[in-house]
């Protein structure tokens, strides 16, 4: 086996660019270590914006394209998609983005084609045997050092690592890959679609504000986004107000949601399980509200307050309000 290759999902790539950015980087890393061949793959859109941008990185790669038809069921018609490609390739090494479609897609490739996974890597090291990479572990926590046993490796980088790769532009053309899958013999049985209303990336914000199960409800968040307003952020949320149906799940936090690393974090009625802290630990400041002082969010916060956030965020609001007040009548 001999290549390095990238795969990503267009709507993924759409939703957030710079995943992708950090995905070339790593790969032109371990490209450099190995003088393998550096395959970018496109899954779902073979001559969009999104294949025509890919296609900007370097004139040495490979650019191949997998249109996938409307009625596929997903992610195994991706998945096997990907497999005949590898079976033609046999790429070393498969780079994934930490996305639900990206990991979902890792487990399985790595199945199917016998290989060894590793997700959340935070390096990765080619010895004169093997590949060597480390991993976050028990929610980020700690970290383990692996040996990837067998080859393809499958790996899913986590967030927030590598610096994004600038694009180099270039004219080589794109390859569009047409795998042959008989829809009716895949095990998924494809439903209607909808697709939601797209929501902020909360993973891009610089200041975030997130409320979690101490909220008590929905309402709550309406306040938590008029402060989000008042100085440039976005809101977001840990899982219970997910499961409950307060919020949607495009702005979860957490190790089964985002992972984000802005530079102000307010937790608000989060506990701070670690389930939650894998999400958001490489947060620059994380400011705690919590009436639980025992609180485990309190371990990793820059700042806490102890106390009812019906106490504490209100007066905060009124203190933003006379601050951006006294900063316009300045101005004018």
């Avoid at 490979?62 to 409307?70: C, G, M």
């Avoid at 409320?211 to 989000?228: Q, V």
């Avoid at 008042?230 to 799940?249: E, H, K, L």
């Avoid at 957490?254 to 802290?277: E, F, M, N, R």
Wanted: charged residues 20%; contains cysteine.
């Amino acid at each position: 086996m001999s290549g390095i290759m990238i795969a990503i999902y267009s709507d993924d790539y759409i939703t957030n660019e710079s995943l992708f950015r950090e995905l070339v980087s790593l790969a032109k890393q371990l490209q450099a270590q190995s003088h393998e061949r550096l395959t970018i793959t496109v899954v779902g859109d073979e001559s969009g914006s999104c294949t025509q941008t890919v296609a900007e990185y370097g004139e040495e790669l490979v650019r191949i394209a997998i249109k996938v038809p409307e009625n596929a069921p997903w992610p195994e018609y991706d998945t096997e998609a990907l497999v005949q490609l590898c079976n033609e390739l046999q790429p070393s090494m498969i780079l994934l983005p930490k996305t639900f479609w990206g990991t979902e897609v890792a487990a399985r490739l790595t199945a199917i084609l016998d290989g060894s996974a590793a997700m959340d890597i935070t390096a990765a090291t080619l010895l004169s045997d093997s590949l060597e990479v480390t991993r976050t572990i028990f929610g980020g926590v700690a970290e383990a050092r692996l040996r990837m046993a067998r080859m393809p490796a499958v790996l899913v980088p986590h967030p927030k690592i590598w610096p994004e790769a600038e694009p180099l532009p270039t004219d080589s053309s794109i390859t569009l890959f047409t795998p042959n899958i008989d829809l009716g013999a895949l095990q998924t049985i494809p439903k209607d679609r909808h697709r939601l209303a797209q929501a902020p990336d909360v993973a891009q914000a610089r200041i975030l504000i997130a409320g979690g199960r101490g909220l008590g409800g929905p309402e709550p968040f309406k306040l938590l986004e008029e402060i989000a307003s008042m100085i440039g952020g976005q809101v977001a949320a840990s899982r219970p107000p997910v499961d409950s149906g307060w919020v949607s799940g495009q702005i979860q936090v957490g190790l089964t949601g985002k992972t984000v690393a802005p530079d102000l974090y307010i937790a608000v009625g989060i506990s701070g399980a670690i389930q939650h802290i894998t999400g958001c630990y490489n947060a620059r400041n994380i400011v705690a509200i919590n009436n639980d002082p025992h609180a485990p969010i309190f371990q990793y916060a820059t700042y806490g307050v102890v106390g009812d956030w019906q106490d504490v965020l209100p007066t905060f609001y009124e203190a933003l309000k006379t601050i951006i007040k006294s900063s316009r009548e300045k101005v004018y």
